[in-house]
């Protein structure tokens, strides 16, 4: 099995380091907004889909960074030119057979359902891994040519585990940060992974690794150990530091800095005239007497939409809720349209909600409106403003940022949110209606229970929740983990380290 190895010459190294200029760089399969090309005659730069995007997007503004990533786009010719931003957008290419390996194989038919707790079976494909082993050192090689001497570098996510490993060996004056914006899953798991010690050896090479929960941290501690990385060392955990690993000549920090929205912008954009009427306007289409239900995610097949669509289905029938009286709006993104799994989740979505509001719908009544489609930001806080209910349901979830910019996005403290425990969301906001979504009948009944809501419950708990989202926003996630990888010098360990065993464990 290949070690992963960057491609370059020390030659390459100093030319990377005489052009490179930008101190802090972040590293992200996408870059933040991405070509779309599905009018081949008028392509258009559209913003990027997913959580991480609409995390970052607003810190990177905040400190005029590089974003290093890929353009969204496959086909070759003419392009238009990057959209002018505060940010200095590098695109990294991905040809046509790399896009179906690495992208849609190794990160979202290996790594993604086998870190979201096998909810679909893993397929694990070796030209897939060499793919994935390509990318990440073609992402490795541009960030490498683009930071300045000593930059802060960020790389985001299982889809480059890799490069942490790969930029030191090209460029060890930078301090690599890494960020894992899903689950890390427990050894048991991780163990299935042919690749499993290539891919922690490309995250050691990183000076802080951060997860979303402490749980995803000492996965990783655990699994360090259980691959002999080094023996544990006990020690009590500081701030959000759970743990260090030490290899040779330097210390790994471990730790859990769970994500956020940008909570000020969104409150901002909420309480503006055109959203609050566009939000009045969604009630009186939707029938003004009528409770709403939302839900808003990426058609992915962790997100659990099957299981709320069918808990609406057991509400309407056993008469708690009517067409008459209730609408559930499901805005899906359209996302990993070729993954065979996603096409069969988006098959079943579809016919589920054909199914609903066939048997319970009335001519220009029906129950479930269905949107496969992505919404602008003011429309989507609209629509987080116009509903009743916010249905947060994942099986499997890293964080969830919809459950927190619906919290974000509502100053009148109005809206209920029904959150699934499964959310890495749900560790923080303990005052939403959590719920296990594997359940069917508790999930119908917590839906029941949020429609009926005391409004004055209501507005306690929205109080409690809007509290933390305000206190803990993005600025908040993004300065505590700067400030820990900045924190810890050059992560250097004292000399004599070199001879210690490959790593060892300090947790
Ligand atoms: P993930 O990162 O798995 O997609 P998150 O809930 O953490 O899940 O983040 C999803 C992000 O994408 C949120 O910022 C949300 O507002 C945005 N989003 C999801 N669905 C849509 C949609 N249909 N239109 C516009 N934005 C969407
Ligand atoms: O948060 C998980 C994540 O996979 C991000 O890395 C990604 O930006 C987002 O979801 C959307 O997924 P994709 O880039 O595959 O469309």
Not at 291 to 301: C, E, F
Not at 339 to 360: K, S
Request: include cysteine.
């Amino acid at each position: 099995m290949d070690t992963p190895r960057p491609g370059r010459t020390a030659g390459d190294r100093q030319q990377a380091a005489v052009a490179s200029d930008a101190d802090f760089v972040v590293v992200a399969n996408r870059l933040p907004v991405h070509l779309d090309t599905s009018d081949p005659d008028a392509p258009r730069w559209r913003r990027s889909p997913g959580g991480l995007v609409s995390a970052l997007d607003p810190i990177l503004r905040n400190r005029r960074g590089a974003w290093v990533g890929w353009a969204g786009t496959v086909t070759g010719g003419a392009r238009p030119a990057l959209p002018e931003q505060d940010i200095r957008l590098h695109p990294v290419p991905l040809a046509e057979d790399e896009y179906r390996d690495y992208y849609e194989g190794f990160s979202n038919t290996t790594l993604w359902p086998l870190f979201h707790d096998v909810v679909v079976p893993p397929d694990f494909d070796q030209a897939w891994w060499h793919s994935y082993l390509r990318v990440n050192q073609r992402f490795a090689q541009h960030t490498a040519g683009l930071a300045a001497p000593g930059a802060t570098v960020w790389v985001q996510d299982y889809q480059l585990m890799l490069v942490p490993a790969l930029l030191r060996a090209l460029r060890p004056d930078v301090r690599i940060g890494f960020f894992l914006h899903i689950p890390f899953p427990p050894p048991e798991l991780f163990l299935q992974l042919p690749w499993r010690s290539q891919i922690v050896d490309g995250l050691l090479g990183a000076d802080l690794i951060g997860f979303q929960l402490p749980g995803g941290a000492q996965n990783f501690l655990q699994l360090v150990r259980r691959l002999h990385r080094g023996e544990s060392v006990g020690r009590a955990p500081r701030s959000s530091l759970l743990g260090s690993v030490l290899v040779p000549g330097r210390e790994v920090r471990v730790g859990a800095f769970p994500i956020s929205v940008d909570t000020a912008g969104l409150e901002e954009l909420a309480r503006s005239e055109a959203v609050r009427e566009r939000a009045r306007q969604i009630r009186r289409q939707l029938g003004e007497h009528r409770r709403v239900m939302l839900g808003v995610d990426r058609l992915d097949y962790t997100k659990g939409i099957d299981q709320r669509l069918r808990a609406f289905e057991a509400l309407l029938a056993d008469g708690r809720a009517s067409a008459r009286d209730t609408v559930l709006v499901q805005i899906a993104t359209p996302s990993r349209e070729r993954v065979e799994h996603y096409r069969r989740q988006r098959a079943r979505i579809e016919a589920l909600v054909g199914q609903i509001n066939g048997t319970f719908g009335q001519v220009g009544q029906v129950p479930v409106h269905y949107l496969h489609t992505t919404v602008g930001r003011s429309e989507l806080a609209a629509l987080y403003g116009a509903a009743d209910v916010m249905l947060v349901t994942p099986l499997r979830d890293g964080m969830n940022l919809v459950a927190k910019e619906f919290v974000a996005a509502r100053p009148d403290l109005g809206g209920a949110l029904v959150l699934s425990e499964f959310a890495g969301a749900a560790h923080e906001l303990t005052r939403a209606l959590l719920v296990n979504p594997h359940h069917p009948a508790e999930l119908s009944d917590v839906m029941a229970a949020a429609l009926d809501q005391d409004p004055a419950e209501g507005r306690c708990r929205m109080r409690d929740l809007r509290r933390h989202v305000r206190e803990r926003d993005v600025h908040h996630w993004a300065r505590s983990f700067l400030t820990v990888l900045r924190a810890g010098g050059s992560g250097a360990v004292p000399s004599g380290s070199d001879d210690s065993p490959q790593a060892a464990v300090v947790a």
